[in-house]
């Protein structure tokens, strides 16, 4: 029996499987797997590399959560009556009085959680699902 030399395919897709002659990306892959699977690892520790950084520099401008809660808002001044119950006038053009957490309804806590974030309770602060909606919505040079 001769031993059968093998031969590449010629390019005129003569000697190839049906399969093979239709999805060249197939054949591609087939003859550089290595390769591919060493540029696709390098492309993705690229990609994580540039994600961290770009964390970094955007997280650095950030305001730590304990300044947050020191800011001064401003507030409307208040003129009360003589015993101190009945307002009679209120100056300024932001009209806004500080409450407690405690004084405020739990019915009213729920609608504003309900409005700002359906899923507030079902994830750890951070909405992946929230973040992708508002990337893929989000036009150049709109807010």
Known sequence: ???RRYTRPSSSGFGTSPRDATHPLRRLLSLHRGRVIRWGLIATIGALIVAAISVVVV?????RP???TERAMKESTKIYDKTGTTLLYEIGEIHRTRVK????SPHMKNATIATEDREFYRHSGISFRGIL????????GQR
Do not use: N, Y
């Open 101 to 104: 957490l405690a004084d405020i």
């Open 1 to 3: 029996m001769a031993h």
């Open 133 to 140: 909606r508002a990337v893929f919505r989000a036009r150049p």
């Open 59 to 63: 997280a650095r401008d950030l305001p």
């Open 66 to 68: 304990g300044v947050l």
